[in-house]
């Protein structure tokens, strides 16, 4: 229903746009027409106020039709640039509105998902924290239940840091401060901590051992577990996952591959756009905000790297992020 309002309220801007866009025109047009007709008036008066057995009648005819060729040109001249004038700012002003009316609906769609995306850990959380202060339960089911709160306030820490660090970025207010990490062992660190959140998930490890880079632990964290999140959320429960990390021509690659549904070429240049998430808003079912590959471009850049998506074979995507080896 909200899409729908949104459609229309493009269209009825479209409309208006339009319309105004043809008025501008059609008078431009007009004004052109008349100048030009009062252009021929003039110079049709002046030759007849001529005397046919003038000796000069044949130069200032001349020089009469010369006058009126200029004012035509310059008529054409001014016209052609005003009407490019026009336009320009006729295809500034749409883009940017229909840009804005995009935002403002990811916006929308992200007030909703991270509305849901907070109320179920603490909902659940809630529940948990209840049943173990009203029941007597046994040794394993308590430890079961402390587990699975644990993880959900793990689950909602990832998003207010996400979300932290998303409005940090905006107000340029975030300060990095960048170390030598062992790559290796914080990969290995979130996939342990993944493999706890989701138990019943095949996470296949090819990490290469002691591979060092400069950057900010708290980041390239929030970069792994994203590319690991965002391949369990779009791969079917029974497909592994491939996490990657190797070293080849000055360059440290880190891949994440799923053997999902893909991503169609249209929206592999979308993805990376704050509040995209692939899929028709009313029927994804995938939870999300639209934030996590957002933030891992951005953590990307600060590390002077880059982060691209391609079709993984036979089926699926892969994220590569590639480090420059310093």
């Not at 791969?235 to 999902?260: H, K, M, W």
């Amino acid at each position: 229903m909200r899409s729908g309002f949104v459609k229309s309220k493009l269209f009825v801007v479209s409309l208006v746009y339009w319309i105004l866009l043809t008025y501008m025109v059609a008078a431009l047009l007009w004004w052109f027409i008349a100048l030009e007709n009062q252009n021929l008036e003039i110079t049709h008066i002046r030759l007849n106020e001529l005397k046919h057995d003038d000796p000069a009648y044949f130069s200032d005819t001349q020089a009469i039709e010369e006058a009126r060729k200029r004012k035509t040109a310059q008529y054409i001249g001014e016209g052609s640039t005003f009407l490019a004038l026009i336009l320009l700012g006729a295809v500034f002003v749409y883009r940017a509105t229909r840009k804005q009316l995009r935002l403002s609906q990811q916006q929308q769609n992200f007030m909703m998902a991270i509305t849901h995306e907070l109320k179920t850990p603490i909902a659940i959380t809630q529940l948990n924290l209840e049943t173990l202060q009203k029941r007597k339960l046994e040794e394993e089911k308590q430890q079961k239940l402390i587990t699975n709160t644990l993880q959900e306030a793990n689950r909602l820490n990832t998003l207010c840091n996400n979300i932290l660090f998303a409005s940090q970025l905006e107000a340029g207010a975030y300060q990095s401060e960048k170390v030598e990490i062992n790559l290796t062992d914080l990969i290995e660190g979130c996939v342990d901590d993944c493999n706890n959140r989701f138990p019943q998930r095949v996470i296949i490890e090819q990490i290469r051992e002691g591979v060092y880079l400069t950057g900010e632990a708290l980041l390239l964290q929030m970069l792994v577990n994203n590319l690991l999140e965002n391949a369990i959320k779009y791969s079917p429960p029974d497909t592994p996952v491939t996490i990657s990390l190797a070293e080849e021509n000055n360059r440290i690659r880190l891949t994440v591959s799923d053997q999902g549904s893909g991503i169609s070429d249209g929206e592999k240049k979308k993805i990376f756009e704050k509040f995209y998430r692939s899929g028709n808003e009313n029927t994804r079912k995938s939870k999300g905000t639209g934030l996590g590959l957002y933030l891992c471009q951005r953590i990307m850049k600060s590390h002077k790297g880059s982060i691209m998506v391609s079709d993984n074979i036979p089926r699926g995507s892969s994220f590569i992020a590639s480090f420059p080896k310093e």
